[in-house]
């Protein structure tokens, strides 16, 4: 059988493949938007339930339709996932889901798309698949001796498998702070940063960060030298955080040098016994699709200009953080990098 062909195939149903979906579907290309997921709400879906969004919902929408607001509360992981979900059906997106890709092959001018459903044609392709599936975890000396509980911030499912616990959590950036900040409720927690934890002033949200962030972005294109700024990547003060400093357990310890059995190592050389390790130390780009290319550096990056990937034609990448744009693995902040990929994918076509 032969291939579907389409114009443009988006590669993840995210916020970002939404978005980029709704400025597609405006300039009335044919595409389609594979998502592996059995439902809507990309990485969300697998957030731990009591996270909360930096800003209030006029911050955190992406294009064409603001995310509903509830008064006084920022919104929560399933404020997003209803979110989204709507937004798919607001904007009849052509989704097709669950339909993992398992190959992305260049043939001639053209890349062939190969699901389990079906292979299409697509003369440009735009890689949105994020982040949320490369967790990355540091290669400590003995980590995989620990007898204990590891998990990632991205499989953490809450507070109740450590209730009563002495729990190790690494990672200095958000993800961190509230996870510690809960833990530190039912748990005996040791928080570990690489340095010093960044606090942003109390009265600094996501939509400081973001007005940051665009002025980075407008420096950006306009050539100029990006300015200094606080970071996305800084520790915003929600309320569990701000609990957990009143309570005294906001302290972190700089990172110990070893992991046995039992627990860790600190660089004075005493031990110390944990029950489970939770790291919040990031996420690699999930890039996989494009290695058999030979275009995927070490770090899962890919060599683009904007998104534009430079090394082979007719491929973005877009939505994976600062490297593909300021700001741009946020709700808020990818409506420009999407709005600009299309134009740029529109101009390649056209060509």
């Known amino acids: 059988m032969n291939p579907r062909p389409i114009d443009v195939a988006v590669i993840g149903g995210g916020q970002t493949g939404l978005t980029l979906g709704y400025f597609l579907k405006r300039r009335r290309l044919d595409f389609v938007i594979f998502d592996d997921a059995d439902a809507p709400g990309g990485a969300w879906r697998r957030a731990w339930p009591s996270l909360r969004l930096f800003s209030p919902a006029a911050y955190s929408s992406i294009a064409g339709w603001p995310m509903p607001s509830r008064s006084g509360v920022n919104p929560s992981r399933d404020d997003v996932i209803g979110y989204l979900t709507e937004y798919e059906s607001r904007y009849a997106l052509p989704l097709c889901r669950p339909c993992p890709v398992q190959a992305l092959i260049r043939e001639g001018d053209r890349y062939r798309v190969v699901t389990d459903k079906d292979t299409w044609s697509a003369r440009a392709v735009i890689l949105a ?71 942003l002033p109390d009265e600094v949200d996501g939509r ?119 700001a741009s693995a946020t709700l808020m902040g990818i409506t420009r990098y999407a709005r600009d990929t299309v134009d740029e994918v529109v101009a390649y076509l056209s060509a």
């Open 129 to 199: 698949t994020g982040t949320w599936r490369h967790p990355y975890v540091p290669d400590y000396p003995g980590r995989e001796r620990f007898a204990g509980t590891q998990v990632h911030s991205a499989h953490y499912t809450g507070t109740e498998p450590f209730r009563h616990q002495r729990v190790l959590v690494v990672g200095g950036g958000n993800s961190g702070a509230q996870i510690l900040a809960e833990l530190s409720l039912v748990a005996t927690t040791t928080w570990v940063t690489p340095e010093e934890p960044r606090f």
């Open 208 to 326: 400081a960060l973001f007005e940051q962030a665009t002025a980075r972005w407008r420096a950006q294109q306009a050539g100029e030298t990006i300015p200094p700024g606080q970071s996305l990547g800084d520790i915003v003060m929600v309320p569990p955080v701000k609990e957990a400093r009143a309570r005294g357990d906001l302290v972190a310890r700089r990172p110990f040098v070893a992991i046995d059995e039992a627990g860790v190592v600190w660089p004075d050389g005493k031990h110390e016994s944990f029950d489970a390790i939770i790291w919040c130390t990031g996420f690699r780009p999930a890039t996989d699709l494009l290695e058999p290319m030979g275009i995927v550096s070490s770090d899962g990056r890919v060599r683009v200009e904007g998104g534009r990937a430079l090394d082979v034609p007719g491929l973005w990448l877009a939505g994976y953080g600062d490297w593909t744009g300021p």
